[in-house]
């Protein structure tokens, strides 16, 4: 293939393109219609992101449990904290309220103060009745007094889970049906019943709702991740049309790059919807990613046509220059640019790999969009304007190609100095980065349901639920005495540990029979002798064909049961330090041979998953570096070569890193991105100012120092143009209310300025002090692929 990408090769697809441009145009919009029909594909996110490989043992034991005991984030929880609320009126509502969800057809079932019930010893028959606490309404103040005393004093059992008996902090529990947590059914219910049902109840009551559990966070969530999109693509486009302005000086210039790269975002959703994947937090990204790329894209191709016109007056001449010196350049730092992405398809991910399909699609269309409409529409366009191509000689560009001169012809010793002292302290701050698998550390924290999840980790200690799951090896195996002391000496260390809440399992249940049988007594809310056991198992068998007490707690074969508490928000070496005491006393306490005892949960699968993915990632950008290597072996035949281009793209990534380490940005699947793309991007700049250097090689005779100074004062304009469009079409991620995309876009932000300024310095440098091993006819062979074709002979002269 690359054998083709040769100067006559590009002449041909310069005639092509020129000569059939109408018909080129009509295929271009062609297509744009196609992918605009994909967008009906489009579907949003219903689900956390997975960011486990479908077989990976964490995720199989996840729907294991799943499987037996259904959807563990199905779970809604409406809370008020208010002491006002404890009034006839007030306490009603808030009971009509939760009772008006239960109408719903995606509800399952709804808990709250009115539906508790009084677990009654029933000695005629020998079996528990259950009695609701409030059997129609309040109707007076001493029904309330009553309901306070035995909701907070006499009942322990529903203590931390309807409510919290020391800050009288009440809430409902909202159970949605199973088969519709991972739909559009959800967010319908959430947005449009359940927002506006509390709505109507605040403004009655004037009680201030909190609202939290996984189903309304990712509902949330996910409406904040499509809100962004059309934000990012705007202020990508505001940003980078802006600065091209300032550059060009030219509407005319602008208004065909917004047009380029408005086609690009379009041919991306429509991939988006042909290969039918979801928009995540990841894909999201891509189409404002796709404006970011494309400009520069633009601004090669059209500042090279500007200054051919301004060489020899011959426009048609200039725009098929344009197709031939910078067509193949510009493939080559696209197709690295896209092969940064799609490392990401080699891992395990199935997040990742749709990231990395997605934008390498996007990228490789962005190019050939902007290899065919920039040439045709100018065309159709008189000439550019004297002031149109006043740019060219701007005085503040060249005294800055003239700082960058003479820091490498006289201040190389300071380059170096300063790459080693920024390399030293970078390696130290790298000791300090730290992985973070928190669920909702990417969330926004400015949001009232972000709000709400601190609320509910400071009442009910936290929202994120951790399951441990039992397996007894033998039918109704979980009711034995035995298993329930074991599973109550776990749930003891569990009450310990202040990041976890209270656990709920059948332990609760059987202590809480154990009450009923005394007759009430809360001091009696504890396990059973084994002589009681026998007696209370009766009571509870003869109770069972009115009420499934076990429902929730044990499957219906009795083999497993299910240990539920919820976890803080808490890093990534919190949770598996909690995660090792717990397995400590797991295996200590429940024999191998007669249990299987298993922890999981979505905050588990989560922390499990941002630790595969940075192991994933990391080898991800090993894949990128070997593969763009090979791509600058390819191109250069010179190893010496490949390790003095990869010194200065290296070292800006180890300076980010190094960053992330004293700003205390943690490892997580957002930052991680940044060392891949960030890569693929810089490379780019090192391939054009290598290209251009062994080009004025051959023209000066193999003159090395005439060379350097002569491909930096070159290719310095267009790197600096190029890099400052990245760094602010970047930074516009900076105005996203996710943590994680702020970092991404502020750190790969910095890295490409620092990859900027590391390939017009250090990479000079280097090529100037090992003149003698590099540049020379032996090692710098004649290149597999001409990037920039030579000079034609009547250009020089003109």
Request: charged share 20%; aromatic share 10%.
């Amino acid at each position: 293939m690359f054998k083709l990408l040769t100067k006559g090769f590009w002449e041909t697809v310069a005639r092509l393109i020129l000569r059939n441009k109408i018909a080129i145009l009509i295929t271009v919009v062609l297509y744009t219609i196609f992918f605009g029909m994909q967008w009906k594909h489009m579907r949003f996110t219903y689900t956390e992101a997975n960011l486990l490989p479908d077989d990976h043992e964490v995720n199989l034991i996840y729907n294991e449990f799943l499987e037996i005991f259904g959807e563990e984030g199905n779970l809604i929880v409406l809370g008020v904290k208010d002491s006002t609320l404890f009034s006839v009126e007030k306490l009603n509502a808030w009971n009509q309220l939760s009772e008006s969800f239960k109408t719903y057809e995606e509800v399952e079932t709804v808990i709250s103060i009115k539906d508790l019930q009084k677990l009654i010893k029933n000695s005629e028959e020998q079996k528990f009745d259950l009695e609701p606490f409030i059997k129609d309404s309040i109707s007076s103040v001493e029904q309330l007094d009553i309901l306070q005393d035995e909701l907070f004093r006499k009942y322990p059992f529903y203590d931390n889970f309807l409510f919290n008996k020391d800050s009288k902090t009440i809430r409902t529990a909202v159970y949605l049906k199973k088969d519709i947590v991972n739909t559009s059914a959800r967010k319908d219910f959430v947005i449009n019943v359940l927002q506006k049902e509390i709505n109507i109840f605040e403004t009655k009551t004037d009680l201030d709702v909190r609202v939290s559990g996984m189903p309304y966070i990712r509902t949330l969530n996910a409406q904040n991740i499509v809100d962004e999109i059309s934000l990012f693509i705007g202020a990508a486009l505001g940003i980078t049309s802006l600065i091209f302005f300032l550059f060009f000086r030219s509407f005319r210039a602008t208004i065909i790059s917004l047009i380029v790269v408005s086609i690009g975002v379009m041919w991306t959703f429509g991939i988006l919807g042909l290969l039918k994947y979801e928009i995540t937090v990841l894909t999201a990204l891509i189409p404002p990613l796709i404006i970011v790329i494309g400009i520069p894209n633009c601004i090669f191709l059209i500042n090279k046509y500007q200054h051919e016109v301004k060489l020899h007056g011959n426009k048609i001449k200039s725009l098929q220059r344009v197709i031939t010196k910078v067509g193949n350049a510009t493939l080559m730092t696209n197709v690295t640019t896209a092969s940064g992405f799609a490392t990401f398809i080699f891992t395990e991910s199935q997040l990742l790999k749709e990231f990395g399909i997605v934008a390498s699609l996007s990228i490789l269309s962005i190019f050939i969009l902007c290899l065919l409409i920039i040439p045709i529409l100018y065309t159709f366009l008189p000439y550019p304007k004297p002031r149109h191509l006043e740019h060219l000689n701007k005085r503040w560009i060249n005294g800055f190609v003239d700082w960058m001169e003479r820091m490498v012809k006289h201040r190389k010793i300071t380059i170096y100095i300063t790459a080693l002292i920024l390399l030293i302290v970078s390696l130290l701050g790298i000791n300090k980065m730290e992985i973070s698998g928190s669920l909702i550390e990417d969330m926004p924290k400015d949001k009232e349901f972000f709000r709400d999840i601190r609320f509910f980790e400071s009442e009910f200690n936290g929202i994120m639920p951790l399951e441990i799951m039992i397996d007894t090896k033998r039918k109704k195996g979980v009711m034995k005495l035995a298993t329930i002391k074991r599973m109550n000496e776990l749930e003891e260390l569990i009450d310990e540990i202040p990041e976890l809440s209270r656990p709920v399992s059948v332990v609760s249940l059987v202590k809480y029979a154990k009450q009923a049988y005394t007759n009430g007594n809360p001091k009696y809310y504890q396990l059973p002798t084994s002589q009681e056991n026998l007696f209370i198992s009766s009571y509870v068998k003869k109770s069972s064909s009115d009420v499934d007490l076990l429902k929730n707690f044990v499957d219906s074969t009795g083999q497993y049961a299910r240990i539920t508490t919820f976890m803080k928000d808490i890093g990534t070496d919190k949770m598996e330090r909690i995660e090792e005491t717990l397995q400590t006393k797991i295996d200590k306490i429940f024999p191998k041979e007669r249990y299987e005892v298993t922890m999981t949960g979505k905050a588990l699968v989560f922390q499990k998953g941002t630790k595969y993915l940075v192991r994933n990632l990391i080898i991800s950008l090993t894949l990128a570096i070997i593969l763009i290597s090979l791509f600058m072996a390819y191109m250069f035949r010179s190893i010496k070569m490949i390790v003095v281009s990869l010194v200065p793209n290296l070292l800006p990534l180890l300076v980010t890193a190094g960053l992330m380490g004293y700003l205390g940005v943690p490892i997580k699947p957002s930052t991680i991105l940044v060392f891949s793309i960030a890569f693929g991007i810089s490379v780019d700049d090192t391939i054009h100012f290598l290209a251009k250097y062994r080009q004025e090689l051959q023209a000066n005779h193999w003159k090395i120092r005439k060379s350097v100074y002569a491909a930096l004062r070159e290719t310095g304009v267009s790197m600096f143009y190029t890099s400052i469009v990245l760094f602010f079409g970047f930074s516009v991620f900076m105005i996203s209310s996710f943590g994680g995309t702020v970092a991404l876009g502020g750190l790969v932000s910095a890295t490409l300025l620092f990859a900027m300024l590391s390939n017009l310095l250090l990479l000079p440098s280097l090529l100037l002090s090992l003149e003698r091993s590099i540049a020379n006819k032996t090692v710098l062979k004649e290149p597999s692929i001409k990037i920039i074709p030579e000079e034609d002979d009547d250009s020089k002269d003109n």
